[in-house]
């Protein structure tokens, strides 16, 4: 495609705006940034436009107690009814996406907490009662109950094909198809369904209306509040019919999703979804790539203005493939990621699937992005996957079209509610069960079965089996208080918004809660791989192999958290081989510990009739967990955190990059279908230049060819990072990759970049 110059482009539009509307609504990004960074701040609520917040609860408090009777997806129907139809609207003339709504997070703080609250104090007491104390002794971390309401995508493309009308209507067919054999659930689900929609088609209507109201006294902005009314009365009532709506569409059902109670984890393959719209544009001379560009920065500002950098992002996927197995890569994808580079913010977070096709130019434009400090990318292999989503029962077809959810966390678009945060599990914490008969030692309860004395333990085989045990008792427990809390999910947080965007919902008549999805998956998520495998290693070399210590020395050592014995401390951590470096036998014991895991995992069946589906990353777990962790066989002394995703531990990776690949990819990454993701940190004269950035393009090709699942990339120094604490003004845009999202680091604690440091800088 021949791109336009700039100045033609200014004429193209302004053959459509007209020259002085094309003057005053197009090239102001920049100029109002400041205040669209403000925008969730510095509100301004027409008094007029609705019922004060206090007025808001007192109407939904009142509604709840007088309709108590009715079926909860209904009752929660018609308070978000409530809420967009009653509560005070605004409307930003500078900013062209409208959808200001004064709710005040009711519908989460009256509704969905108040009814979990009553679940865990009745159905599901003894589970959350258990997972919290899990939590706090460092077996495992789950949200109240294991019930993950949080990692969730809606179905995008549906929505879009015939907008919320269009789902009405798809509604009134499928009951209907059911006729006289609906249920009264199925009949109050599809009620709530229609409720919401024709809730949410009454929101955009006020707020085109209050544009339409603002215009004489915005006058220099009156193209923009014209153009504001016009697609907030065709969306999200209809399917849009430019780029523009079709992201304005986009952001108000984000809104509304999230003030419903669901935490909105995708946005959707974008360069899939929406160009269609964006090319039609171009095409027909509506848009011009610059005016494009300007509208997608105005889009994802809307999440950095909400975060400010100090949250975990909004996922936006490109890239990949078709449901046909085509590769997907168009104009679209390249001009967002000039977009995101010109915005320099962490928020949005991209994710960039690749499949063996991917052209070089894709992975050299991401890798020069990374290392010009641009790095909420994760890079994550189609291959294995949509092997492992096809493992699990998806389709292959189904499989090709996964959105990365919150993190790396794959799942069908438009037919899965994955449930992808439900646990995550200390790999590590079994073994100190194992050492201890059971025992927790740090906090002294009796956490696991009894496995024995391990210093009776004449082989190490009786050491691994007695590992396996404890962890096999944890993961069983934990599933079984998850389906408990899954078979109450109808009566905690129904969520006909997000669930009618689904096909099978609506054919089944059936919320996300009841099962109603094609796919319905829990997340198991793996921690500490690297510390199990060199704890469990480290024992087999000194205490069975070379006879170098005792069992009970080594238990006494750490028991002390190693004072007195730094010796031994460092004899376990320096001198038994490590994951992360390409030793055999490290590589060996961490597979058998990874296959072991993903198989009982996989032996599991939800709450919903789904699969229990294995994941290997930590996020913050690494640092929480860690924290109530005792000392380990490893060398790491107790409260320190445990290793971060799949690499290895801190400073124990001596062979670099090439090592931590190499052992990585000797995981079957088919067997993680809930995510996996490597941590690589390089130096910035490794990827400097012509040659560095073919290296650094090369590195990424290498782990994909070698099977890897996910990987997320920094480029800097810890000398960098001691100098930005010293001088903060100075670094007021440096952005790391934390975990699953990047932010920027003066927003982190004190203790936060002190704990980062040291993970650059291989020290504990």
Same mark, same amino acid.
């Given at each position: 495609?021949?791109?336009?110059?700039?100045?033609?482009?200014?004429?193209?539009?302004?053959?459509?705006?007209?020259?002085?509307?094309?003057?005053?609504?197009?090239?102001?990004?920049?100029?109002?940034?400041?205040?669209?960074?403000?925008?969730?701040?510095?509100?301004?609520? %027409?008094?007029?436009?609705?019922?004060?917040?206090?007025?808001?609860?007192?109407?939904?408090?009142?509604?709840?107690?007088?309709?108590?009777?009715?079926?909860?997806?209904?009752?929660?129907?018609?308070?978000?009814?409530?809420?967009?139809?009653?509560?005070?609207?605004?409307?930003?003339?500078?900013?062209?996406?409208?959808?200001?709504?004064?709710?005040?997070?009711?519908?989460?703080?009256?509704?969905?907490?108040?009814?979990?609250?009553?679940?865990?104090?009745?159905?599901?007491?003894?589970?959350?009662?258990?997972?919290?104390?899990?939590?706090?002794?460092?077996?495992?971390?789950?949200?109240?109950?294991?019930?993950?309401?949080?990692?969730?995508?809606?179905?995008?493309?549906?929505?879009?094909?015939?907008?919320?009308?269009?789902?009405?209507?798809?509604?009134?067919?499928?009951?209907?198809?059911?006729?006289?054999?609906?249920?009264?659930?199925?009949?109050?689900?599809?009620?709530?369904?229609?409720?919401?929609?024709?809730?949410?088609?009454?929101?955009?209507?006020?707020?085109?209306?209050?544009?339409? =109201?603002?215009?004489?006294?915005?006058?220099?902005?009156?193209?923009?509040?014209?153009? +504001?009314?016009?697609?907030?009365?065709?969306?999200?009532?209809?399917?849009?019919?430019?780029?523009?709506?079709?992201?304005?569409?986009?952001?108000?059902?984000?809104?509304? +999703?999230?003030?419903?109670?669901?935490?909105?984890?995708?946005?959707?393959?974008?360069?899939?979804?929406?160009?269609?719209?964006?090319?039609?544009?171009? %095409?027909?001379?509506?848009?011009?790539?610059?005016?494009?560009?300007?509208?997608?920065?105005?889009?994802?500002?809307?999440?950095?203005?909400?975060?400010?950098?100090?949250?975990?992002?909004?996922?936006?996927?490109?890239?990949?493939?078709?449901?046909?197995?085509?590769?997907?890569?168009?104009?679209?994808?390249?001009?967002?990621?000039?977009?995101?580079?010109?915005?320099?913010?962490?928020?949005?977070?991209?994710?960039?699937?690749?499949?063996?096709?991917?052209?070089?130019?894709?992975?050299?434009?991401?890798?020069?992005?990374?290392?010009?400090?641009?790095?909420?990318?994760?890079?994550?292999?189609?291959?294995?996957? @949509?092997?492992?989503?096809?493992?699990?029962?998806?389709?292959?077809?189904?499989?090709?079209?996964?959105?990365?959810?919150?993190?790396?966390?794959?799942?069908?678009?438009?037919?899965?509610?994955?449930?992808?945060?439900?646990?995550?599990?200390?790999?590590?914490?079994?073994?100190?069960?194992?050492?201890?008969?059971?025992?927790?030692?740090?906090?002294?309860?009796?956490?696991?079965?009894?496995?024995?004395?391990?210093?009776?333990?004449?082989?190490?085989?009786?050491?691994? %089996?007695?590992?396996?045990?404890?962890?096999?008792?944890?993961?069983?427990?934990?599933?079984?208080?998850?389906?408990?809390?899954? =078979?109450?999910?109808?009566?905690?947080?129904?969520?006909?918004? +997000?669930?009618?965007?689904?096909?099978?919902?609506?054919?089944?008549?059936?919320?996300?809660?009841?099962?109603?999805?094609?796919?319905?998956?829990?997340?198991?998520?793996?921690?500490?791989?690297?510390?199990?495998?060199?704890?469990?290693?480290?024992?087999?070399?000194?205490?069975?192999?070379?006879?170098?210590?005792?069992?009970?020395?080594?238990?006494?050592?750490?028991?002390?958290?190693?004072?007195? =014995?730094?010796?031994?401390?460092?004899?376990?951590?320096?001198?038994?081989?490590?994951?992360?470096?390409?030793?055999?036998?490290?590589?060996?014991?961490?597979?058998?510990?990874?296959?072991?895991?993903?198989?009982?995992?996989?032996?599991?069946?939800?709450?919903?009739?789904?699969?229990?589906?294995?994941?290997?990353?930590?996020?913050?777990?690494?640092?929480?967990?860690?924290?109530?962790?005792?000392?380990?066989?490893?060398?790491?002394?107790?409260?320190?955190?445990?290793?971060?995703?799949?690499?290895?531990?801190?400073?124990?990776?001596?062979?670099? @990059?090439?090592?931590?690949?190499?052992?990585?990819?000797?995981?079957?990454?088919?067997?993680?279908?809930?995510?996996?993701?490597?941590?690589?940190?390089?130096?910035?004269?490794?990827?400097?230049? %012509?040659?560095?950035?073919?290296?650094?393009?090369?590195?990424?090709?290498?782990?994909?060819?070698?099977?890897?699942?996910?990987?997320?990339?920094?480029?800097?120094?810890?000398?960098?990072?001691?100098?930005?604490?010293?001088?903060?003004?100075?670094?007021?845009?440096?952005?790391?990759?934390?975990?699953?999202?990047?932010?920027?680091?003066?927003?982190?604690?004190?203790?936060?970049?002190?704990?980062?440091?040291?993970?650059?800088?291989?020290?504990?």
């Amino acid at each position: 495609m021949v791109v336009a110059t700039a100045a033609a482009e200014t004429e193209q539009v302004k053959a459509v705006w007209g020259t002085a509307e094309a003057e005053q609504v197009w090239g102001t990004f920049e100029g109002n940034r400041d205040h669209l960074f403000a925008q969730f701040r510095e509100t301004s609520f %027409d008094p007029d436009s609705g019922l004060s917040l206090e007025a808001l609860e007192r109407a939904v408090e009142t509604y709840l107690a007088a309709h108590a009777d009715l079926p909860k997806v209904v009752q929660k129907a018609h308070a978000f009814r409530l809420v967009v139809t009653r509560g005070q609207i605004a409307v930003d003339p500078l900013d062209w996406f409208a959808d200001k709504l004064n709710h005040g997070h009711i519908l989460r703080r009256l509704v969905q907490k108040r009814w979990l609250d009553e679940a865990t104090r009745g159905p599901i007491a003894e589970g959350a009662a258990w997972l919290k104390r899990a939590r706090e002794i460092g077996i495992a971390a789950a949200p109240t109950g294991g019930l993950d309401l949080g990692h969730i995508s809606p179905g995008w493309e549906n929505m879009l094909a015939g907008g919320l009308t269009g789902l009405i209507r798809e509604a009134s067919l499928a009951r209907a198809a059911l006729g006289e054999g609906a249920t009264e659930g199925q009949l109050a689900f599809y009620d709530a369904v229609e409720i919401v929609y024709a809730a949410a088609v009454a929101f955009a209507g006020r707020l085109a209306r209050q544009a339409e =109201r603002m215009m004489p006294a915005h006058r220099p902005h009156e193209a923009r509040l014209r153009a +504001i009314a016009s697609a907030c009365r065709q969306v999200p009532a209809h399917r849009p019919r430019t780029f523009r709506e079709a992201l304005q569409f986009a952001w108000l059902m984000h809104e509304l +999703i999230e003030m419903e109670g669901e935490n909105v984890r995708s946005m959707g393959h974008f360069d899939r979804v929406m160009y269609p719209y964006y090319r039609a544009d171009v %095409d027909a001379g509506r848009l011009t790539r610059e005016q494009a560009k300007e509208l997608i920065k105005f889009f994802w500002f809307k999440w950095y203005s909400r975060t400010r950098g100090r949250s975990n992002g909004k996922n936006f996927v490109f890239a990949g493939q078709h449901a046909d197995g085509s590769v997907l890569v168009n104009d679209l994808t390249y001009l967002a990621l000039d977009a995101y580079e010109e915005l320099n913010t962490p928020d949005p977070k991209l994710s960039i699937r690749v499949t063996p096709e991917t052209p070089d130019a894709l992975f050299a434009r991401v890798a020069d992005l990374v290392r010009k400090g641009h790095n909420s990318f994760v890079l994550m292999n189609d291959v294995p996957a @949509v092997a492992a989503l096809v493992k699990r029962g998806k389709s292959i077809e189904d499989a090709r079209t996964y959105l990365p959810i919150g993190c790396y966390e794959p799942a069908v678009d438009g037919k899965e509610a994955a449930c992808t945060m439900n646990v995550t599990v200390n790999l590590a914490k079994p073994l100190e069960l194992a050492l201890h008969d059971g025992v927790d030692p740090l906090s002294g309860d009796k956490a696991g079965p009894r496995t024995g004395d391990p210093r009776q333990f004449a082989r190490f085989d009786a050491l691994l %089996d007695a590992y396996f045990t404890q962890l096999d008792f944890i993961l069983t427990r934990i599933h079984g208080h998850i389906q408990e809390a899954e =078979r109450a999910w109808p009566q905690i947080n129904p969520s006909p918004l +997000i669930a009618g965007t689904i096909d099978d919902c609506l054919a089944r008549g059936k919320d996300v809660g009841e099962g109603g999805p094609r796919y319905n998956s829990v997340g198991f998520v793996g921690a500490g791989l690297a510390n199990a495998c060199d704890s469990l290693l480290a024992l087999k070399r000194v205490v069975f192999d070379e006879r170098r210590y005792r069992l009970d020395e080594v238990l006494e050592a750490m028991s002390s958290n190693f004072e007195g =014995r730094e010796p031994m401390r460092l004899y376990l951590r320096n001198r038994v081989p490590k994951w992360g470096n390409g030793e055999p036998d490290a590589d060996a014991m961490a597979r058998v510990i990874a296959d072991h895991y993903c198989q009982k995992v996989h032996s599991f069946r939800n709450g919903r009739g789904g699969a229990c589906q294995a994941a290997l990353f930590t996020l913050t777990a690494a640092l929480s967990l860690g924290r109530v962790t005792g000392a380990t066989p490893d060398g790491r002394k107790a409260h320190e955190s445990l290793a971060p995703g799949v690499g290895a531990a801190y400073g124990v990776d001596k062979n670099g @990059v090439t090592g931590l690949v190499s052992s990585v990819t000797k995981l079957d990454f088919s067997e993680t279908p809930n995510g996996s993701v490597l941590d690589v940190t390089l130096h910035p004269t490794a990827v400097r230049g %012509d040659d560095g950035l073919c290296a650094f393009v090369s590195l990424m090709k290498t782990f994909f060819q070698r099977g890897g699942y996910a990987v997320q990339f920094n480029v800097f120094d810890a000398d960098t990072l001691r100098d930005a604490q010293r001088h903060p003004e100075r670094y007021e845009s440096l952005q790391i990759r934390v975990t699953g999202w990047s932010v920027y680091f003066n927003a982190l604690s004190k203790e936060e970049q002190d704990q980062y440091i040291r993970r650059i800088a291989y020290g504990f």
